[in-house]
């Protein structure tokens, strides 16, 4: 697969002392996800559209790629912005791997950004302003 | 979320001190005197500020003669403007609730 060359990839990567099971309702279950995630309209089936509804404002467009109960689950995590500067296309992936105490969990984001200014997808909510402005602060020459 | 950004959040998180390093990443290399001029603080407190500043690797110190010249450590923000950066504290963050709500689940 050839990827753009602004292409950057996050890795997180956990051991969590549950089962396979129970993390896979807590990743799945509408009413369990705003517990921890955001609210949302999810549903486990390839080729659902949902919206990822942060408390700061911003809305995620998803799409669900892949569900493999209790081991994988992608979506798509778009992030629209009316400049097109601050927009970011990416996926993200659930990975579990049972352990002997539990579930190893492997969240990895790969994004896409049309341009080098940078987003504020992220939700660090009453930081983005400032963040901006250290953006418009960064892009100006030394 | 890392360490380096929890060093960089808490340094800026000061009005006062964010302003100075605002004003040195817009105007260039200042002294002491100078970014107290306009600080509306007095100079040990200017001072102050800036060690910690320095400390956190957002401002460097030049000596010249009996004065030293601060300037603006900008490529130090590199990390927090980063989506990736962004990201990971976003997603470290989320986990911690994530472990929360399992915790909970048990019961």
């Known amino acids: ?142 | 979320m890392s360490k380096a950004h929890d060093t960089i959040f808490r340094t800026l998180a000061d009005p006062t001190r964010r302003a100075i390093f605002e004003r040195l990443c817009r105007d260039g290399e200042k002294t002491v005197g100078a970014i107290t001029e306009r600080a509306g603080v007095s100079q040990p407190v200017v001072s102050k500020h800036l060690g910690v500043l320095k400390q956190a690797g957002l401002v460097r110190g030049r000596q010249q003669g009996r004065e030293t010249h601060y300037s603006a450590e900008i490529k130090a923000l590199a990390p927090l403007v980063d989506w990736t950066g962004k990201m990971t504290g976003f997603w470290e963050a989320r986990l911690d609730s994530l472990e929360d709500l399992l915790k909970r689940m048990d019961q």
């Open chain 1, 1 to 142: 697969m050839t990827t753009p060359a602004n292409t950057r990839t996050v890795v997180i990567e956990r051991d969590i002392a549950h089962s396979p099971e129970k993390l896979w309702r807590a990743l799945t279950q509408p009413h369990l996800m705003e517990e921890w995630l955001m609210k949302n309209d999810f549903q486990p089936n390839v080729g659902h559209k949902f919206n990822l509804r942060g408390e700061w404002g911003g809305v995620l467009d998803c799409e669900v790629l892949e569900v493999e109960p209790l081991e994988t689950l992608s979506y798509s995590w778009d992030y629209r912005h009316e400049d097109p500067a601050y927009n970011l296309r990416s996926v993200v992936t659930f990975t579990l791997t049972k352990t002997a105490t539990g579930t190893h969990l492997r969240v990895e984001q790969t994004g896409f950004q049309p341009t080098q200014k940078q987003a504020a997808a992220g939700a660090y909510a009453g930081w983005n302003q400032f963040l901006e402005k250290l953006d418009q602060l960064l892009t100006r020459p030394e």
